[in-house]
């Protein structure tokens, strides 16, 4: 036992080893694609800016994912946290509360992701084909 100490002790790494560092790692993000996607369609995409901050006035839908009081009403049951239909203008708290409900459903079917976000009836596969023109996988 004693010897088997010894040896192991004796283990390290070598001096003089140059170690490089790349930098911080991102983890995998298996929305990405699918949350690009949804925002150029909701965001009204023109060929050259994506407007995070927009509003439709008509629908009362607002930021990148266009996101409804109703959308809200449900997060704050589900979460608790409770966001103001102008807090959705902010990319990150609109992206939480996209997040939310598309983690439900699971990053292996983003077609019942992107539906659902729509609402539901037969107008959310016009609604998925829209999404798969931006989507890159």
Same mark, same amino acid.
């Given at each position: 036992m004693i010897l088997l100490l010894l040896v192991s002790a004796r283990v390290f790494a070598p001096s003089g080893v140059k170690v490089v560092y790349l930098g911080k790692l991102e983890g995998i993000d298996p929305y990405r694609n699918l949350k690009h996607a949804i925002g150029m369609v909701e965001a009204s995409y023109d060929g050259e800016t994506i407007d995070s901050t927009m509003i439709n006035e008509y629908e009362q839908a607002y930021g990148f994912f266009q996101i409804r009081q109703i959308r809200l009403d449900h997060y704050y049951q589900d979460t608790g946290i409770r966001y103001s239909l102008n807090d959705m203008l902010n990319y990150k708290k609109a992206e939480e509360v996209f997040m939310h409900f598309a983690e439900k459903i699971g990053a292996d079917d983003p077609c019942k992701i992107a =539906? =659902?976000?729509?609402?539901?009836?037969?107008?959310?596969?016009?609604?998925?084909? =829209?999404?798969?023109?931006?989507?890159?996988?």
């Open positions: =539906r =659902r976000w729509n609402g539901s009836g037969p107008m959310t596969w016009d609604y998925w084909k =829209r999404v798969q023109k931006y989507l890159v996988i």
